[in-house]
């Protein structure tokens, strides 16, 4: 098959999805792709869940099983099983998101390396991942990185969350796990950065146990990678980086607005596109050191990771180079990629339905916002359909 349309193969693509699941798909995109309802089956889902309508089955039975492998970590293990089957590699999750306090912290680390050990003997399960506010207030990020004063008591509560994140990567290192750690707001993403890079210098030394992630939306990313690499090779360690082009530009651009500073975020989409890919190929030309995770549902930036490999000589299977997309999108990429014999993992949430239904809301007005993903689902749901001969 012709590089150029190896993602058009649909029969690949949903080979796991039977009829019914095929129109579920086809049904969910066609809701999501009118902004008009999106905001309102927010707005209606958020009233229902918060009066404990019964409407978690509902739920369920539609978005929540398109977007999510299960309500916990052995509810995920059948659709695990299911893609390992065809090649692909499942990253689980844990989408519980907007929590504020330490107990609700402690819960999280303990889950997420449950996950990690969880994994250990499961082929199939080669990372785990976090948010870095899953394991700190925001706010404390955020006066870490804008270098505000901490209180006492702020002080203490950042060592908590420092160790937090020392039991995170230290349960992933045993357990010869690679952890991919989230990127979030710019004005707290310093101070991750810069713990992160902390984890790397002592854990990556062997191999790349802790992965960064890079928003290629944010004009500085180049550089900061640029100067990353450098330092790690003056102090021997390796680095690890999941290249995303991210999820938060609106906010990023209203709070630049609002308190008077350059915005963050590159001055247009094709901007953003020539980011990613002048990453990606950094990355690519310097893999003895950096391993590469290529988190993006944009077909092109696939298109030249592979075509970059090809010409390097490099293994389609190479273990420095990973491809990821999301559950229930882009399956066109990660099948088909898989199919070829690529590196290719699914970021798999999963949760108790409540407890996920932000993220869920958060990944349908991200859809309905990203201009040409919903069209591209929905163009690709319809050949398939066809090609089956459901109408």
């Not at 695990?80 to 306090?101: K, P, R």
């Not at 908590?160 to 796990?177: F, H, L, M, P, S």
Request: overall charge negative.
């Amino acid at each position: 098959m012709e590089t150029n349309l190896l993602f058009n193969n649909t029969e690949i693509a949903f080979k796991l999805k039977t009829d019914a699941e095929v129109e579920r798909a086809y049904f969910l995109f066609k809701m999501i792709a009118n902004e008009p309802l999106v905001r309102i089956g927010t707005a209606v889902t958020k009233f229902a869940l918060n009066l404990n309508l019964p409407v978690e089955g509902l739920i369920r039975s539609t978005v929540f099983d398109h977007f999510c492998g299960g309500v916990n970590e052995q509810d995920c293990m059948k659709t695990v099983d299911a893609l390992y089957e065809a090649n692909v590699y499942s990253v689980l999750d844990y989408s519980v998101e907007g929590q504020e306090n330490d107990a609700q912290f402690d819960k999280t680390m303990a889950k997420i390396v449950d996950l990690t050990y969880f994994a250990q003997n499961k082929e199939a399960m080669p990372f785990s991942v976090f948010k870095p506010t899953g394991l700190g207030r925001f706010e404390i990020w955020r006066k870490k990185t804008e270098n505000e004063p901490l209180t006492q008591e702020e002080e203490a509560e950042w060592n908590r969350v420092v160790n937090r994140y020392e039991t995170v990567c230290k349960a992933a290192d045993e357990c010869g796990i690679s952890l991919l750690v989230d990127a979030e707001e710019s004005w707290m993403q310093d101070a991750a950065d810069e713990l992160c890079e902390q984890m790397m210098e002592k854990y990556n030394k062997e191999r790349v146990v802790i992965f960064n992630t890079l928003q290629c939306y944010r004009w500085d990313r180049e550089e900061y990678l640029h100067k990353l690499h450098k330092q790690a090779k003056e102090k021997g360690f390796r680095l690890g980086f999941k290249v995303v082009r991210g999820a938060y530009m609106e906010k990023e651009n209203e709070r630049a607005e609002e308190n008077g500073y350059p915005t963050p975020i590159c001055e247009s989409k094709k901007a953003t596109d020539d980011n990613y890919n002048q990453v990606t190929r950094y990355i690519l030309d310097h893999l003895d050191d950096i391993t590469l995770y290529v988190g993006t549902h944009n077909e092109v930036s696939c298109y030249l990771a592979m075509e970059i490999m090809k010409t390097k000589g490099l293994k389609k299977n190479d273990e420095r180079v990973w491809f990821g997309q999301l559950y229930g999108m882009s399956d066109n990429i990660s099948y088909n990629l898989a199919s070829e014999g690529f590196n290719v993992s699914k970021y798999m949430p999963f949760g108790p339905v409540k407890d996920v239904m932000p993220y869920l809301i958060r990944r349908a007005e991200e859809n309905t916002s990203v201009a040409g993903q919903t069209s591209r689902e929905l163009t690709l749901l319809k050949n398939e359909r066809k090609r089956r001969g459901i109408f």
